[in-house]
Nanobody
C-alpha cells in the first residue's frame, strides 16, 4: 500500500509564494512520474506540473515561469514552489504519482487548499 500526504497549502496574498510538499510512504520500489494537479470550484481537475524519474519537467501554460516542480528521491518527496501567485491559482492542489510497488499503479494525495486573495 502506498500513501501520499500533501502539506504546505494556505492563504496568501496575490504576488506571494507557497511551497507544497508531497511525501510518499509505503512499499515503494520506484516513483516514475510525480505530478501536481489542481481543481478550482466548479472546474475540472487540471494538470499543473510533471517531473519524471529522469528529471524532465513540464508545466501548464498558465503557470510557466511562476511554478517550479522538484523532487527529492531520498525522501520520496516532491515539491511545487509557487511564486507570483494570482487569485486564479486558488484551488485544491493534489499530488499524484506513478509508483512501482506491488505492481505499478497511480496514487493520489488527499489534496491541500491554496487560496490567493486579491
Amino acid at each position: 500500500q502506498v500513501q501520499l500526504v500533501e502539506s504546505g497549502g494556505g492563504l496568501v496574498q496575490a504576488g506571494g509564494s507557497l511551497r507544497l510538499s508531497c511525501a510518499a510512504s509505503g512499499i515503494i520500489f520506484s516513483i516514475n512520474i510525480m505530478q501536481w494537479y489542481r481543481q478550482a470550484p466548479g472546474k475540472q481537475r487540471e494538470l499543473v506540473a510533471t517531473i519524471t524519474s529522469g528529471d524532465s519537467t513540464n508545466y501548464a501554460d498558465s503557470v510557466k515561469g511562476r511554478f517550479t516542480i522538484s523532487r527529492d528521491n531520498a525522501k520520496k518527496t516532491w515539491y511545487l514552489q509557487m511564486d507570483s501567485l494570482k487569485p486564479e491559482d486558488t484551488a485544491v492542489y493534489y499530488c499524484k504519482a506513478n509508483v512501482r510497488s506491488i505492481g505499478v499503479s497511480n496514487y493520489w494525495g488527499q489534496g491541500t487548499q491554496v487560496t490567493v486573495s486579491s
